[in-house]
Structures are given as structure tokens and as C-alpha cells.
């Protein structure tokens, strides 16, 4: 099945840094997805990516979708202790009938 | 507010057990889905339904199978547990549309343990 290959696999900031991660794809995708799981819990999604290059935000968190519709990046602004968690990307492929998910970039935040 | 619920949160169980894992949707979605977590593998798709009494194979089905008799319930079965299925499973339920106006809402997972 399709993978996505997410990078970095993991980080660790300090608090007030800015985060970028992003999620590349060897096939199409037309959408592209942003989950975050906090620990203990299930993924919930962030944000939600419909056309190529698209910039959406909510609050803190900044995502595109990639030109090339194979990548798409997150970016989280002055990040704060409760940022902490894995960011999941996901997705449909053009020609697929399923969710596709990467395999997570794990976010720690030293106060 | 979509909820997701999956019936244990923690499970332990001996090699060779039949074990069932389950999950309850109250949003009345057609579409249903079991994943398990690994890490640095990311989620991956075992098995999903489409309607009740439908199921299709996902990227892992082997050692799986599942049951939906009811339109909110969707349970994951390992007919003999092993201890290579030892992970975190999560179940997912959206409604049925395009699948770029309907995501994944998942339960908070059931971290299976097999010895």
C-alpha cells in the first residue's frame, strides 16, 4: 500500500521556537490531511488541504499543499508545552479509495 | 461532536487467544475502519467496511478478520493472537462522501499487549 514519508521523525525544541515538518508522497494526492495524536489518545485532525497550493491556517499552525500535489508541509509558530504529541499527515491518492497516513514526525517541547 | 469509542484501552492477552477488539460510532457513519500503529511505520490500514455487514481488506489484513452487524459497531477479531500483533489499534468512522470532505475521526486507541 501507498506510504507517506514524513521528516523529521522527531524533534525536540524549546519553548517559543518555530516547528516545520512536511509529508512527501510518490503519488497525487487531492487532498491532504493534518492530525495530531496527543499522548494516550487518538490522531484528531488540524487541518484540512483541498487544491494545490493552498496555505491554510488555524491559530498557530500553518499548512500548504504542496505545487506538485506529492507534499505537503506543516509549520506551528511560538510553540508552547501542549504542542507536544506525533503530527500525522494522511490522505487520499488521485486513485485511491482510502485514507493513506505517514509515519509521523513526534514533537517534543522542553519549557 | 463525533465520538468514537473503543471498549478497552489497555488490553494483555496470551498467544494463541482469540481476542476481540471493539468500537462504537454515535454519528451514524456508513464508513468504519481498524488501524494499528507501529512506530516509525505510522497508522496502517487493516480493515474497513463500508455498510453494515460489508467488509474490505485493507494493506494488513492477515491474521484479522471483522464483524459489522450493526451500523455503529465494528469489531476487530485476531482468530490466534501472536505476539507480533502487539500494538496500539485504532478505529476510525467518517460518513460517506468524497473523501476530501469527509475525514477520519478516530477513537483514543486500545493498546494491545500479547505474550
Known amino acids: 500500500g501507498q506510504q507517506l514519508n514524513q521528516s523529521p521523525q522527531s524533534m525536540f525544541i524549546q519553548e517559543g521556537e518555530d516547528v516545520s515538518m512536511n509529508c512527501t508522497s510518490s503519488?497525487?494526492?487531492?487532498?491532504w490531511l493534518w492530525y495530531k495524536q496527543d499522548p494516550g489518545e487518538g490522531p484528531v485532525l488540524l487541518i484540512a488541504?483541498?487544491?494545490?497550493?493552498e496555505l491554510t491556517s488555524n491559530g498557530r499552525l500553518t499548512a500548504q499543499f504542496g505545487i506538485t500535489r506529492k507534499d505537503s508541509f506543516l509549520n506551528i509558530s511560538a510553540s508552547i508545552p501542549s504542542d507536544v504529541g506525533i503530527y500525522f499527515c494522511?490522505?487520499?491518492?488521485?486513485?485511491?479509495?482510502?485514507?493513506?497516513f505517514g509515519t509521523g514526525t513526534s514533537l517534543t517541547v522542553i519549557p | 461532536d463525533v465520538k468514537v469509542t473503543q471498549s478497552s484501552r489497555y488490553l494483555v492477552k496470551r498467544t494463541g487467544e482469540k481476542v476481540f477488539l471493539e468500537c462504537v460510532q454515535d454519528?451514524?457513519?456508513?464508513?468504519m475502519f481498524w488501524y494499528r500503529q507501529d512506530p516509525g511505520l505510522g497508522l496502517r490500514l487493516i480493515y474497513f467496511?463500508?455498510?453494515?455487514?460489508?467488509?474490505e481488506k485493507g494493506d494488513i489484513p492477515e491474521g484479522y478478520s471483522v464483524s459489522r452487524e450493526k451500523k455503529e459497531r465494528f469489531s476487530l477479531i485476531l482468530e490466534s493472537a501472536s505476539t507480533n500483533q502487539t500494538s496500539m489499534y485504532l478505529c476510525?468512522?467518517?460518513?460517506?462522501?468524497?473523501?476530501?470532505?469527509?475525514?477520519?475521526?478516530f477513537g483514543n486507541g486500545t493498546r494491545l499487549t500479547v505474550t
Open positions: 467496511s463500508y455498510d453494515v455487514k460489508m467488509k
Open positions: 488541504l483541498y487544491k494545490a497550493g
Open positions: 454519528m451514524d457513519h456508513e464508513n
Open positions: 476510525a468512522s467518517r460518513r460517506t462522501g468524497h473523501l476530501y470532505n469527509s475525514p477520519l475521526h
Open positions: 494522511a490522505g487520499p491518492p488521485l486513485s485511491g479509495n482510502q485514507f493513506y
Open positions: 503519488s497525487i494526492f487531492n487532498t
